[in-house]
């Protein structure tokens, strides 16, 4: 870990190799956490990207730990760190009949044809048109009411969005912009396509870890 930390002091690359159970990943968060409390100013950012759901659930469950443990220490609610994960619509949709459209492209092609400006242009003059309530209240409301600090899992933000009555997936889309911690699948970085609308405005001082990197090459591949 003192290798960890030179490596962010000097804004440089480096590559962690551990056994398998030895507590890489809560070792990884547990020291970056505390710098970018410690140095706010030098780390604005932190990306965790791992590739597939369990393992990005299995990250945002370690810093659930890792908050917990700082509320226990300092009295205070946690590591006063906002913390999220992103995941496809199909993971994080609420809308009834999206959700039920089958497989992940056949869910973005349904929320598409719910939430497309077009669409939602003619639901203004012809209220027969289908639409999605859940999009329409968070772009009404939820970029002016960001999510409170605290470690959110998927399960965790479908819960906070069904409450306000916001689309999960467009909710986490822009707490990317906010939130200190960030954990996602390598494509939303890596894949240009995709990193140029989820991903373009990251801040350069950010500390970013692919997570099982050995697998980045054989996952972009497809």
């Known amino acids: 870990m003192i290798e960890l930390k030179r490596t962010i002091d000097a804004k440089g690359h480096g590559v962690l190799e551990m056994p398998s159970g030895t507590g890489k990943t809560v070792s990884l968060l547990s020291l970056i956490v505390a710098y970018m409390k410690a140095r706010p100013g030098i780390v604005e950012k932190f990306i965790y990207c791992s590739r597939t759901v369990p393992e990005l659930e299995k990250v945002i469950d370690e810093l659930k730990v890792l908050d917990k443990y700082y509320a226990t220490e300092t009295n205070e609610k946690g590591c006063g760190l906002l913390g999220i994960v992103l995941s496809s619509r199909k993971n994080l949709c609420i809308q009834r009949d999206v959700k039920q459209a089958g497989d992940g492209a056949a ?5 598409f044809r719910l939430t497309a400006s077009f669409v939602r242009k003619k639901h203004m003059t012809d209220p027969n048109v289908p639409y999605c309530k859940y999009y329409e209240e968070f772009d009404l409301h939820g970029r002016d009411n960001p999510l409170p600090t605290g470690i959110y899992g998927m399960a965790d933000i479908k819960t906070y969005a069904k409450k306000h009555n916001y689309c999960p997936y467009f909710l986490t889309r822009y707490a990317i912009s906010y939130a200190n911690i960030v954990v996602y699948s390598y494509f939303y970085l890596l894949d240009p396509k995709i990193a140029n609308i989820v991903s373009r405005e990251l801040p350069k001082n950010s ?6 990197a050995h697998n980045i090459g054989r996952s972009l591949s497809y």
Do not use: K, L, M, Q
Not at 107 to 111: G, I, R
Not at 207 to 212: A, H, N, Q, S, T
């Open 207 to 212: 500390v970013v870890v692919f997570d099982e």
């Open 107 to 111: 869910v973005d092609s349904a929320c």
